[in-house]
């Protein structure tokens, strides 16, 4: 599963440091080898950038030529304006959710992806720290007292459009 999120502008990485310094080395390079990555990032380790290389690859940014050279696979400016995050498979979950509905509930994702109660809290908790994710209570039907939790994802954009 690519881990992705275009509309979010977000993707799941490992290491989310070494990606941005990778894909920024990309963006001026065009074309680079492993060695290239070790010697730009000397502080970074092998076994790091070969994760960080990985995650990208199965994300879909960048792609290996036979000759074990990386070059992006899709448009520098794009490739800039997407964050790495380091988040744990649950906090995935709502994320992607959240890239196909313009909003979810606690439900949505425990039917979806097996996730219990508990576990969704705490990390859609997580999110909302991070201010990648907000919520608002809407009643159940017409002059309700219940309520359920509505999460949208948090952007500065969004919010911009809906106004």
Do not use: C
């Not at 899709?74 to 979950?93: D, I, N, Q, S, W």
Request: charged content about 30%; aromatic content about 8%; cysteine-free.
């Amino acid at each position: 599963m690519k881990r992705l999120l275009p509309k979010l502008k977000v993707f799941r990485a490992r290491y989310p440091e070494t990606a941005s310094a990778v894909l920024m080395l990309l963006k001026d390079e065009r074309i680079a080898t492993r060695r290239r990555f070790t010697r730009a990032l000397p502080d970074t380790s092998t076994h790091v950038i070969r994760g960080t290389l990985l995650d990208l690859l199965k994300n879909g940014l960048i792609t290996r030529s036979i000759d074990n050279e990386y070059s992006l696979a899709v448009t520098p400016a794009y490739a800039a304006r997407l964050t790495p995050l380091k988040m744990g498979k649950t906090e995935e979950y709502i994320l992607i959710l959240l890239d196909q509905n313009r909003y979810i509930t606690a439900r949505q994702v425990r039917q979806e992806f097996d996730v219990s109660h508990s576990l969704f809290l705490q990390s859609v908790k997580k999110l909302i720290a991070r201010g990648l994710v907000e919520y608002t209570d809407v009643p159940l039907y017409e002059n309700s007292v219940r309520k359920r939790r509505h999460y949208t994802f948090k952007s500065p954009e969004l919010s911009h459009a809906s106004n």
